[in-house]
T-cell receptor, first 115, second 114 residues
Framework: EPEVTQTPSHQVTQMGQEVILRCVPI?????FYWYRQILGQKVEFLVS????????KSEIFDDQFSVERPDGSNFTLKIRSTKLEDSAMYFC?????????????FGPGTRLTVL | GNSVTQMEGPVTLSEEAFLTINCTYT??????LFWYVQYPGEGLQLLLK?????DKGSNKGFEATYRKETTSFHLEKGSVQVSDSAVYFC?????????????FGKGTKLTVNP
């Protein structure tokens, strides 16, 4: 069964460093998402992406964040200068098309720890 | 705005016990409602969904009914198993001309003991 994969599973970085979180969505899916969950808090929407551009982004997704689909298979989230409060679990998701009733398929997450 | 509130965990039950996890929502439009489950070390998986009032979603013995009058979507299972131990997330999606993003509750950790 096709699945969304994410690498790495755990990333530790120093404050101020750049990190890139990688996701491989399901191959025939067209819409891609990043969510994050700070420990003990809700899963929060960060950004959605379609047709090589951002469809929607949340207030959290400021200028320090960017997304890219560089090669037709990977979908990346870059944080330019990490802050302590960026420590969280980051989930990638994809969906075949934009429909309320379609299931979003999630990856296992990347745990980001900023020291 | 759109938000989901679900009961705080953790919840610990014995095998074959009855499970209820409460979920209520507020939404500016007419939402679709979902329960996602996360097993240890895995991603979020869709457990069940309902797209209109009075719909009942069901899967693997779990059920939830979309109650518009009480803005609720409580998750129930008549007899839980050890393998049901996981974190359960209630979520909604509202058509906003954007990306149909999911809005999640905090999650409820369920532990089922043999």
């Amino acid at each position: 069964e096709p699945e969304v994969t994410q690498t790495p599973s755990h990333q530790v970085t120093q404050m101020g460093q750049e990190v890139i979180l990688r996701c491989v969505p399901i191959s025939n899916h067209l819409y891609f998402y990043w969510y994050r969950q700070i420990l003990g808090q809700k899963v929060e929407f960060l950004v959605s992406f379609y047709n090589n551009e951002i469809s929607e982004k949340s207030e959290i997704f400021d200028d320090q964040f960017s997304v890219e689909r560089p090669d037709g298979s990977n979908f990346t989230l870059k944080i330019r200068s990490t802050k302590l409060e960026d420590s969280a679990m980051y989930f990638c998701a994809s969906v075949r098309d934009r429909d309320l009733y379609n299931e979003q398929f999630f990856g296992p997450g990347t745990r980001l720890t900023v020291l | 705005g759109n938000s989901v509130t679900q009961m705080e965990g953790p919840v610990t039950l014995s095998e074959e016990a009855f499970l209820t996890i409460n979920c209520t929502y507020t939404a500016t439009g007419y939402p679709s409602l979902f329960w996602y489950v996360q097993y240890p070390g895995e991603g979020l998986q869709l457990l069940l969904k309902a797209t209109k009032a009075d719909d009942k979603g069901s899967n693997k013995g779990f059920e939830a009914t979309y109650r518009k009058e009480t803005t609720s979507f409580h998750l129930e299972k008549g007899s839980v198993q050890v393998s049901d131990s996981a974190v359960y997330f209630c979520a909604l999606s509202v058509p906003q001309g954007g990306s149909e993003k999911l809005v999640f509750g905090k999650g409820t950790k369920l532990t089922v003991n043999p």
